[in-house]
Every structure is written in C-alpha cells, then in structure tokens.
C-alpha cells in the first residue's frame, strides 16, 4: 500500500530529502510531533507575596488618637514606640501578671487600662528622667481571647473556672448561665462576689447580689460586671423545701 503526504503536512525539514522513501521519513515526523507536544510551557510567575502587616502605632504621631476604650488584658500583643526617638515600633506583651517589660523602665502594670491610659503614664515616669518630650504611642496588634479567670463555687450545676472574653461585658448571669445554673437548693438571694484588692494592703470586698431580682424580674440595671480573679459563691438555703 502506498501512502502519500501533501507538502503543506511535511516538515520543510523533510522535505529536504524528497528522494528518500516515504516509509523513512514517518519515524522522524512522529519524533518532531511528539516532542513539540511534550515541550512544558513557561511556568506562570509566583503570585506576589503579601506586603507585611504594618502596625497601628507606625500610623498614629499623636497620643490624642490613640484608643481609649479597649482594657488592655493578660495575653495582648502591643506595639510600643516614642516619636522622638523615630524608631519602629516594638513588640511588648501584656504578661499573666499584668505588667509589660518597657525600655528604660521595666515592668509597669498595664491589666485594664486602656492604651490612652497607659501611654499617658509611661509619658510621666519617661519625662521624669529620660526625655525632656516622650511621645508616648501604644496600639493593640492582637488582643487575647480571654481576659483572665473568674471562678465559681456553691450551688451551680457546673461550678469550675471560667474565662472573661475579651470582646463583652462579662456579668454575673452570664457566668451563672454559663455554669448550668443553678442547683435544686441554691439560695439565688445572696449570691456573693469577692474581689481581689485592686492595690496592695488594700482589702477584699464582698458584693452580694439578688440574682431573682436579675434572672426573674428582669432588673439588668443590677447585674455586677466581673473583673479577672473574682470568685462567686452560691450558698445553700436554709431551708432546703
């Protein structure tokens, strides 16, 4: 059987050889169609990477601006800086015992203070010997999940520790609602909150609260907000009817 190709199929390369039989030239036609088909096309270039996250304290110059309303809590990530030195910002955190390792002064207490605060305070220890101007600028980069531990005891049906987001108002019935309520003899009445001191020498104080007034008669106004280390008993009525 004879077979016969068009000169617009052969290769300008075969057709360099047109003496040569047609059965040679169908190994090397196959070779150039192959290798044309297998040849890997560029590879696309890398997406651009993404520019690194800049902190809040490289963007603001005035302490006026910085935010007032986020109490700093055990686990945030804060950036530090004073214009005046015109330096990057550098990272402190907000350590479980609530202070921040800050150059020149060390520790400094920062639990529940707000960024305005602290930054206000560090401007007087700073200025008392350091600088004759300190521009003091902190930002929050990462606030922590939780607040810390508030921890309850008594008549609940799930009594244990409990965390205090960091993004609401953490009040007393939502930890009781959180701990399963309360159990078949609570006394709801005199439910009591003892608070750690807020300065040292400084003694404990004691809130008791009417959670029926809170749970039942809708009396939100009387809902005790709780701070980290508060400890919550529930006692047994007297009379268990």
Sequence with gaps: MLISLSSSV???????????????????????YCSA?????????????????????????????????HKLAAGDRLSFRIVEDQEDPKPIFVTDSGDVEVPYLGRFPALDKTCKQLASELKVELEKEYYYRATVIVAVDVKSKSRGKVYLVGQLRMPGPQDIPSDEVFTLSKAIMRAGSFSDFADKKHVRVTRQPSGEGWPATTHVVNLVDILEKGKTDKDLPLEPGDLIFVPSRLINL
Aim: proline fraction near 18%; hydrophobic fraction near 45%; glycine fraction near 0%.
């Design 10 to 32: 052969v290769s300008p390369r075969l057709r360099l050889c047109a003496s040569v039989p047609l059965w040679f030239h169908l190994p090397l036609a196959l070779t150039l």
């Design 37 to 69: 088909a297998l040849t890997p096309e560029p590879a696309s270039p890398a997406s651009a990477e993404p520019p690194p996250t800049v902190s809040p304290a490289a963007l603001v110059s005035s302490m006026d601006a910085l935010d007032d309303k």
